[in-house]
C-alpha cells in the first residue's frame, strides 16, 4: 500500500511540473514531436535494398515497429495495415515495418501474409533505440507518424494490434485536416 501510494505521489508531482510521460517509455526516451524524426536507411525486402526516410518527403510515413514476424500479434497487426492499405495510399502515407528480422525473414513474412509494404531490417537495432522502441533483443510495438517535411507528429505506445491501423488512420485524419500535412 506504501509503495502504491509512493507511485502515485511521484506520477502526480511529474505531472505537476510538465513532466511529457511520452518523453520517456519503456523502451527509453522517446524523440520529440514537432521536430525533425530521426533519420535513418535500413535494408528491405526482396532484395535487401536500403531505404531511408528521406526517399518518402513530400508524403507520411506511418514507422511502426513490431517485436517480430510470424508472432500473432505482429502478424495480426501487420494484416491489418495490409487491410487498409488503400485508405493509407488515398491519404498519401507510406507504412514502414521495423523489427530485428532479417531480409529473408521478412521476405517470408510479406510472401505468406501478402503485405505489399517495405519491412525493414534494423538487425542492431540502431533505429529501434533511436525512436526508443528497443528492449533487450527486440523492437517494442510503437508507431511514429512523420509528416511530409519530416517532422515527427504523433507517437503511439504500446499499441492493441486488432484496432491499431483504425486509431493511426483516425490519428491521420485529424492532422490533415489540422492543416499540418498534404
Known sequence: ML??????GLCSLLLLFGFNPTA???????????????????????????????????QWVVLYFYPKDFTPGCTLEAKRFQQDLPQYQARHAQILGVSVDDVASHQEFCDSEGLQ??????AKGTVSKAYGSWLGMMSLRHTY????????????????????????????????GSGTGV
Open 24 to 58: 520517456l517509455a519503456l523502451g527509453g526516451p522517446q524523440p520529440p514531436i514537432g521536430e525533425p524524426a530521426p533519420a535513418f536507411t535500413l535494408p528491405t525486402n526482396p532484395e535487401g535494398k536500403p531505404v531511408s526516410l528521406t526517399d518518402y518527403r513530400g
Open 3 to 8: 509503495q502504491r501510494s509512493l507511485l502515485i
Open 145 to 176: 507518424l512523420i509528416d511530409p517535411d519530416g517532422i515527427l507528429q504523433e507517437i503511439f505506445l504500446g499499441v492493441r494490434p486488432a484496432i491499431h491501423s483504425r486509431e493511426v488512420l483516425a490519428r491521420l485524419d485529424q492532422l490533415q
Open 117 to 122: 509494404f517495405p519491412l525493414l531490417a534494423d
